[in-house]
């Protein structure tokens, strides 16, 4: 069973569940989702869920989000399903990226250059497309958004309004 946790190659994603019992790590590989308790070191659930790309947990409750080449879905933090929703249902072929609102419980899912707003019940609440390829998400405290591009970052308000936009260009070479 060790060999599961240090197989870096089968290892997508660690995220650390701080619900109100106790606390719990998500990991996936090849084919499943495990939810490890962190106090007993035991794992609690097992989700088959073959091609995940991207997992992310809801602070609000310890529901887990998980991203697979085609869809998106949501389990309760003990790891029943609690809704599924194909990709395509938001203008998307692919997704690459997560990131879970810990104050709301909504996600924001990024394909390449677009991004889309779900609610916690896995409604679309707004999307729009990115001037360039999303890199990164970062969802602050006031919940704007910060995303990462090539060489750039764009900030935008939590509905989707353009804030600003800053260039990353010759910022890490020793340009001033």
């Known amino acids: 069973m060790k060999a599961l946790f240090f197989a870096a190659n089968l290892v997508l994603a660690v995220l650390i569940s701080f619900a109100v019992q106790a606390s719990s790590i998500w990991f996936a590989t090849e084919n499943v989702v495990q939810q490890l308790d962190s106090d007993t070191h035991q794992i609690v659930a097992t989700l088959p869920l073959p091609e995940v790309k991207a997992l992310a947990v809801d602070a609000k409750d310890g529901s887990l989000l998980a991203l697979t080449e085609k869809k998106i879905l949501k389990f309760s933090s003990g790891g029943v399903k609690r809704w599924e929703k194909a990709l395509a249902d938001f203008g998307l072929s692919e997704g690459k990226l997560l990131a879970a609102n810990p104050y709301d419980g ?30 990164r998400i970062a969802l602050t405290l006031d919940e704007s958004l910060w995303l990462l591009g090539e060489s750039q970052i764009w900030h935008y308000s939590s509905s989707g309004a353009f804030l600003e936009s800053r260039s990353l260009s010759g910022l890490f070479s020793g340009e001033a």
């Open 106 to 135: 909504s996600l924001w899912l990024a394909s390449d250059k677009k991004l889309v707003h779900i609610d916690s019940a896995g409604r679309q609440l707004i999307a729009w497309s990115a001037p360039g390829s999303i890199k």
